[in-house]
């Protein structure tokens, strides 16, 4: 059949298009949806060009620190390989993310893009990927708990204009697709996985740390365009879980009991860290539970082994210190040891491998928070104590390693975050969060399988309770930082004003009286416009001018200007009542201000006029007959007065009334001193090359922003502590910190604390979810160890 040449077809060959790339013109998508891509686009390849500059920073920095050639060949290489690989990145990215959003409204339905560590694809049970895959999901989950709602009004609205169902899961512009965009986008560099992770901690700084308000942007431009504008106002409320009838229980144990090595991505993870695990006892000599009690035994179901877990008494989990964490895997053994004694011969049973492999997983990722030196004491012992809580929770869902939202997880987390700022000096029984996460281990501790429902619970109260604690700690520290602003401000004006004053008078003999007004009264001024306009506004530059005609006007008058001197001066004396006013001086001290000038003004006016009349008389002098003096002069023609004296004759009077109080001559001084100190805390210059900061320092105090928490280390009569660091003060160049109640504990300048960090007096605290550091430290491990097999 001929078709019609002006009859073109509205069916989009997504095919043909996602290979030679799709343009706006061509597109299958509303136009909406079409601004919203471009604008993700733009986001991505600012973004990105942002995390490649910092990347070939990063890098460089690591191959400066590896300890040896091969290593550092390999930093280098591959900093060589993504500055040469930068735009070949960025476009697989763009079309990537073009044709997931075009497949939105094709003919197929759209799939999801990306498994966040469901680990549906890893058949092949890599540690590389595995770890991978964790560093992505926890930065994914981070994303997914800041933007819940915008994602899913997101979602909402582009399912509203496409044919295929569009969701929180497989939304192509949601977090979950944008890394694995840029995951396959790296595959072909084949990087070192040490790289990848660099790579990708750089991926969440500058590309997921700033795109919550593009999700809000994206959401704008949808409502702009008239696409369900009333989400605005409703709030996303979570879907509740099924309520259990009673007695039912928790329905992830139950599954667990029905199938206790849950579902086949549950089997794959935990087939993975099987084989993981088994290297790790293999190289260490560990003995797994489910061989201690021969062949013959029976393997125990998950839903036995959690009422073994149930029947440890609780008192023995009170010898869990930060110091000295309980040993979780034998008290499991003892209790089973117990179980098999009060039991016959032939009802031996032992812990199934699967169980078996996740209490070694379970121990080890506690070991690992256990000795965290971000965790303080007090917050280790709480998290000591929820062992056997997590555990079970561990045993009953298969899922808790692999869903980066689990309730428990997520709990774990917060709890580490909330006490982010405890000190182990801090007196910590009247400390109402103590008590609330005292109150949360008892709870738990208390459950024999706790259920999901109970941890979001617990997961709420705490968030509830660390919001309005925010909000009062924000406070204070908004007060602390705005005092200490304040404080800087007025240091860098008396700064700006000792050196604006000091250089005007410096060197020069200036009357006593002008010399006290202008340090006492007209620096004031000089200050209260530096404050308010900035040594670069106007004003300022009007308040200099008016000081240097205050010195001005009491220097000689040269001959022929004094109209010009008077007309002068009386503008002088109107600024310095205008100046003095905005000090909110009385008039009667304005007049006392105002007098210091011009009295010393009024006598170099008279000495001007009595130079001026003796001029007058020299001249008629001159006119005289050159005959005896005693014969009487013929009668000559009077000489006039000179313009400049007659004429001003008014004004020098008024002058001179000013005089008059003034009994003595007023004292001049000559000023071979700054009359104002300088109220500037300057840090000490090095005396040496070994005495400047190193080029690390400098570059890690860059990276510093607002907000992020450290370590202190004890000093002379200062015990450790943590805090925050608050406000970097641009006028100063201070670096303030304060604790976790918003109130200031330190303040240091650059260099100052350059030197406090290659002394390893402040560190760094990391701030990253607890759980998803120690299970990246933990597979980490075990890789290390697997790759170390001879």
Known sequence: MSQDPKVVSIKPNLASRSAQGVGAGSSSLPSPLIAVRDHMQHYLHTAFNVLFDNADDNLFEMADRATSNAEQTLFFEAMRTVRLQRGTILKSVG????????????????????????????????????????????????????????????????????????????????????????????KPLALEIKVRLIIFKLFERYVFNGIDAEYEALNTLLINAGVMPDLRLAQVTPPRRRVQPAGAGNGAAQDSRANPQGGPDQQEVLSMFSELIGNWRHASGDMALAGLSGNTARPMPSNELLQVLADIPLDEMSGTTADRPSDMRQRIQHALQAQRQSGGVGDQKVV?????????????????????????????????????????????DKSFFSRGAHPARRLLNELARATMGWNDH??????????????????????SEPQDVLFETLHAELTDFQRSEQRRSDRIEQRTRDAEEGRARMQAARTHVAKAVNGLMVGRTLPVTLVDLLRDAWSQVLQMVCLREGIDS??????IRTAQQMIDSVEPVPAGELQYRIDSNEQVLQALRAGLELLGLDASAVAVQVARLAQPQALVLAKAQAAAEQRVRKAQAALRPADSPSRPAPEQPTIAEPAEVSAVAPQ??????????????????????????????????????????????????ESLRAGCWFRLGSTEGQPEQRCKLAAIISFSGKYIFVNRGGMKVAEFGKNELAHHFEQGLITLLD?????????????????RLQSAKP
């Open 538 to 543: 106007t004003a300022w530059d009007q308040a």
């Open 426 to 447: 801090d007196d910590l029984r009247r400390d109402q969060l103590h008590g609330l996460l005292e109150n949360i281990v008892e709870r738990l501790l208390a459950v």
């Open 652 to 701: 020098l009077q008024a002058a001179m009334d000013v005089v008059a109080p003034a009994v003595e001559p007023i004292e001049q001084v000559h000023v071979e001193a700054p009359v104002l100190q300088a109220d500037e805390e300057v840090e000490p210059l090095a005396e040496t090359v070994d005495d400047l900061p190193s080029v690390g320092a400098m570059r890690w105090i």
């Open 95 to 186: 079309a990537n993310l073009q044709q997931a959003t075009e497949q939105m409204n094709g003919e197929s339905p759209a799939t999801p893009a990306y498994s966040s560590f469901e680990l549906d694809s890893l058949t092949l049970v890599q540690p590389d990927e595995l770890e991978q895959s964790v560093a992505l999901d926890g930065m994914i989950s981070r994303v997914n708990n800041r933007n819940q709602q915008p994602l899913m009004h997101l979602a909402m609205r582009t399912n509203s204009l496409v044919k295929n169902l569009v969701d929180e899961r497989n939304n192509p512009l949601a977090p979950a697709a944008l890394a694995d965009y840029f995951a396959d986008a790296l």
């Open 352 to 396: 199934g491998r699967v169980d078996d492999d996740v209490i070694s997983l379970v121990s080890m990722l506690f070991d690992f928070i256990l000795e965290d030196p971000a965790l303080p004491s007090a917050v280790k012992v709480m998290i000591g104590r929820l062992q056997l809580p997590i555990l079970r929770v561990a045993i009953a």
């Open 767 to 783: 701030e990253n979810q607890l759980f998803d550091r120690a299970l990246e430290s933990v597979i980490g491990n075990l890789r």
